[in-house]
């Protein structure tokens, strides 16, 4: 599988919004699961979010009704709108696709990363 390209990171004051895309080739995005995730240095990587390849998402409890999942048939592209974000939501975010035509829980392709900051 193609790596995944995001874009979209930056710097935000507490309150604001930013929306992370993430790029993927027409065969990763037909057959795949897509999950963001995040790090903080020192941390251990978490699970954000996820969509299936029939567009049912799934939200880590500190982002529900925060962030929102969503896909772009047109465009093979998987959009996190991220609003009223936090401090606590500072990390780096990668973007993962999972095995083609499983479920939502084998993450092997995975882009470089980009940098959310959130200040208060």
């Known amino acids: 599988q193609v790596q995944p390209v995001e874009s979209g990171g930056g710097a935000v004051q507490s309150g604001g919004s930013l929306r992370l895309s993430c790029a993927v080739s027409?065969?990763?995005?037909?057959?795949?699961?897509m999950g963001w995730f995040r790090q903080v240095p020192g941390k251990e990587r978490e699970r954000v979010a996820t969509?299936?390849?029939?567009?049912?998402?799934l939200y880590a409890d500190a982002v529900k009704g925060r962030f929102t999942l969503s896909r772009d048939n047109s465009e093979d592209t998987v959009y996190l709108q991220m609003d009223s974000l936090r401090s606590e939501d500072t990390a780096v975010y990668y973007c993962?696709?999972?095995?083609?035509?499983?479920?939502?829980?084998?993450?092997?392709?995975w882009g470089q990363g980009t940098q959310v900051t959130v200040s208060s």
């Open positions: 969509i299936d390849r029939d567009g049912d998402t």
């Open positions: 993962a696709a999972a095995r083609p035509w499983q479920k939502c829980r084998d993450f092997t392709t």
């Open positions: 027409p065969y990763t995005y037909a057959t795949s699961c």
